[in-house]
């Protein structure tokens, strides 16, 4: 039966007559047996889908925490790496580990009898020995005790208060040294100099008058004033490297740190200083460096023009510590500058309507 012979024979409108048979078509899903299988199995599908998902917990709810056996041992940031001459002492606080074995970890600190507590096989004689040897007496006594057939034991130092040396300035650490060891393989250990940091170092020694002063040269690893010994106990100073300060028409002005193991040119301070604005006199960067003649020291003033260093056309000067480069401001571009285009537009249309009257 059409609409058409629907409306005719109920006198209904168009549209109440769709309002009802939607009325009885919802009504017929809810009853029929087919619609109420389909809730049901939209019910029971739920949690399986929940389940398939990444299911959130609730922000009442811990986190889950990891099982002790599968847990891996914690890193300390603070390990030093002593040398092979490095011989364990009373104070020293130790890790020691099995690998493989993450159940099998303790940190420890040496006893004023230079024994350290360890797991299943109590205390353990470590005086005097060095790392290897320490972690072979371990390893001898898990075997022995059949705790554990082929262990391979790792010992790592955190800390130690006898046979150090104390690195201040420019980088700070604390190196185990039992013996000597290699200036070169004090600072390697301490992660190395950073470029803010002065090649000319000081070694505070108990004993001597003066501080021990090496010139390091440009490389570390190849210098050969970087072998001489550190000994326990020595303090070793590092300063700041020298600076070049940076005046006027740069992006960027200030001081910037010289990396000893490379010179440092003109153009490659002017690109470290965020490079020159636009307003910038290029004919007349002015180069201040401070010279010592005859005792006295005095400040000579050297005229660059920086566009035809960059050109080609003249050479790219090394700087020195304590120069001052100062490049002066084209007053006209300056005030280009702060008045904008906007500005310079504004005052280009005046002048422009002025010539036509």
Do not use: W
């Not at 020293?92 to 507590?117: H, K, N, W």
């Not at 040897?133 to 130092?157: M, N, S």
């Not at 570390?220 to 005046?247: E, F, G, M």
């Not at 537009?345 to 036509?356: C, W």
């Amino acid at each position: 039966m059409t609409i058409n012979k629907l409306n005719r024979l109920s006198g209904c409108t168009p549209l109440a007559l769709r309002c009802t048979l939607l009325v009885l078509l919802i009504a017929s899903c809810c009853i029929h047996p087919s619609g109420a299988a389909l809730a049901q199995s939209a019910q029971s599908d739920a949690p399986a889908a929940q389940s398939v998902g990444a299911y959130a917990a609730p922000p009442s709810e811990a986190p889950a925490q990891a099982s002790p056996s599968t847990a891996a041992p914690l890193t300390n940031p603070s390990m030093l790496y002593p040398g092979e001459d490095f011989k364990l002492s009373p104070g020293d606080l130790i890790s020691v580990s099995v690998f493989q074995q993450p159940d099998y970890q303790r940190t420890v600190r040496i006893s004023s009898e230079g024994a350290a507590q360890l797991p299943f096989i109590g205390s353990v004689p470590l005086e005097g020995l060095s790392i290897r040897e320490a972690q072979d007496r371990i390893a001898d006594r898990l075997r022995t005790g059949q705790f554990f057939k082929d262990p391979e034991v790792i010992l790592q130092v955190f800390d130690t208060v006898n046979g150090s040396v104390l690195i201040t300035g420019e980088v700070h650490g604390i190196v185990p040294v039992s013996t000597e060891r290699s200036l070169r393989e004090v600072l390697l250990t301490a992660g190395g100099l950073p470029a803010t940091a002065s090649h000319t170092i000081k070694i505070v020694r108990a004993g001597l008058p003066d501080p021990i002063v090496v010139n390091l040269g440009t490389d570390l690893a190849s210098s050969t004033a970087a072998n001489i010994p550190v000994r326990p106990h020595d303090i070793i100073q590092i300063s700041r490297a020298s600076v070049v300060y940076v005046l006027g028409a740069f992006a960027h002005q200030g001081q910037v740190p010289l990396d000893q193991a490379a010179p440092l040119t003109l153009l490659q301070l002017a690109a470290l200083s965020g490079g020159i604005n636009f307003e910038g006199r290029y004919n007349d960067l002015r180069l201040i460096r401070t010279v010592t003649a005859d005792g006295k020291t005095e400040r000579k003033v050297v005229n660059l023009d920086i566009k035809k260093i960059r050109d080609g056309k003249a050479d790219d000067p090394i700087l020195q510590a304590d120069d001052i480069v100062f490049l002066p401001t084209n007053q006209m571009k300056a005030a280009i500058k702060s008045v904008g285009s906007g500005g310079v537009l504004g005052v280009v249309s005046i002048l422009i309507a002025g010539r036509t009257f």
